[in-house]
T-cell receptor, first 117, second 111 residues
């Protein structure tokens, strides 16, 4: 399978615990995005990487959230001291782009569903 | 604030019906509009629209963009139960790489 993959697919944790999610983008894609989706809502942008550089972060990304893409390939999203409000689907997407292209399409992974008890 | 609004929020039809889903957007510097289909997993790409008035088609699905009136429609003809999903519309704006998504339209097609 050459699509975007995410691990784990499901995560249940207790409030206050730390969790880490992994995303493996499509291999030739230089751009990687994290979104969060809650029930009944569309995905909300969290952060964006071009290669290993984190170029954009949403104000939704509180200090408890951190994302890395150390070698410009896979990325991790860590949530520290989880809260019940963090329960959501965390989606990763990737694309190949240069500059601000009109034709760039983001391809999404299956998501990690987080439940904080 | 940039936003994307979809209507209706939900829709129930019978197999064979034709449906039209709406997406309107407020934009500062619009680049393109995208449609995705989401079942119980990742959104899958349907269309990207950048030019006004040019219809894009894929099988029973088609979509068109009106950049003057700031909206797009997604048509599905001869609906099938497999079309049941959430249809998401997203705007992509100049100066940013992020998509702004609407809340989606939940379509249910009954046999």
């Amino acid at each position: 399978d050459t699509g975007v993959s995410q691990d784990p697919r499901h995560k249940i944790t207790k409030r206050g615990q730390n969790v880490t999610f992994r995303c493996d983008p499509i291999s030739e894609h230089n751009r990687l995005y994290w979104y969060r989706q809650t029930l009944g809502q569309g995905p909300e942008f969290l952060t964006y990487f071009q290669n290993e550089a984190q170029l954009e972060k949403s104000r939704l990304l509180s200090d408890r959230f951190s994302a890395e893409r150390p070698k410009g390939s896979f990325s991790t999203l860590e949530i520290q001291r989880t809260e019940q409000g963090d329960s959501a689907m965390y989606l990763c997407a990737s694309s190949f782009g240069q500059g601000f292209s009109q034709q760039e399409t983001q391809y999404f992974g299956p998501g990690t569903r987080l439940l904080v008890l | 604030e940039d936003k994307v609004v979809q209507s209706p929020l939900s829709l129930v039809v019978h197999e064979g019906d034709t449906v039209t889903l709406n997406c309107s957007y407020e934009v500062t510097n619009f680049r393109s509009l995208l449609w995705y289909k989401q079942e119980k997993k990742a959104p899958t790409f349907l269309f990207m629209l950048t030019s006004s008035g040019i219809e894009k088609k894929s099988g029973r699905l088609s979509s068109i963009l009106d950049k003057k009136e700031l909206f797009s429609i997604l048509n599905i003809t001869a609906t099938q139960t497999g079309d049941s999903a959430i249809y998401l519309c997203a705007g992509l704006y100049s100066g940013t790489y992020k998509y702004i998504f609407g809340t989606g339209t939940r379509l249910k097609v009954l046999a």
